[in-house]
């Protein structure tokens, strides 16, 4: 089993920055691949970004794409979200995942074992 709880959400303006964090607890963090997904009420999870184990390859939805950065460091069993330019649109929960080895695509939520409560990130206009 693997623990996530996410961190760093909040109110933003239009255009602002935020760096969401995932504190992993449990089986070894570093064989986990890890992704981060949104979710606004009443609409399906949406895949933002993903990490592989060792931070060697990483994976962005077009939207987010030049705007924001994943990355991980094994040492702290944690996942980061740096999210620039953000806009009203993208408030939503942020959830992190962590991917013990299932198939399937990264981008895709029935891929990722364990999954955080979220963060609420709100950007006003």
């Known amino acids: 089993q693997v623990q996530l709880v996410e961190s760093g959400g909040g109110l933003v303006q239009a255009g602002g920055s935020l760096r969401l964090s995932c504190a992993a607890s449990g089986r070894a963090f570093s064989s986990h691949a890890m992704g981060w997904f949104r979710q606004a009420p009443g609409k399906e999870r949406e895949f933002v970004a993903a990490?592989?184990?060792?931070?060697?390859?990483?994976f962005y939805a077009d939207s987010v794409k030049g705007r924001f950065t994943i990355s991980r460091d094994n040492a702290k069993n944690t996942v980061y979200l740096q999210m620039n330019s953000l806009m009203p649109a993208e408030t939503d929960v942020y959830h992190c995942?962590?991917?013990?080895?299932?198939?399937?695509?990264?981008?895709?939520?029935?891929?990722?074992?364990?999954w955080g409560k979220g963060t609420q990130v709100t950007v006003s206009s």
């Open positions: 990490i592989s184990w060792s931070g060697g390859n990483t």
């Open positions: 995942a962590a991917r013990a080895g299932r198939p399937g695509s990264w981008f895709n939520v029935y891929s990722y074992d364990y």
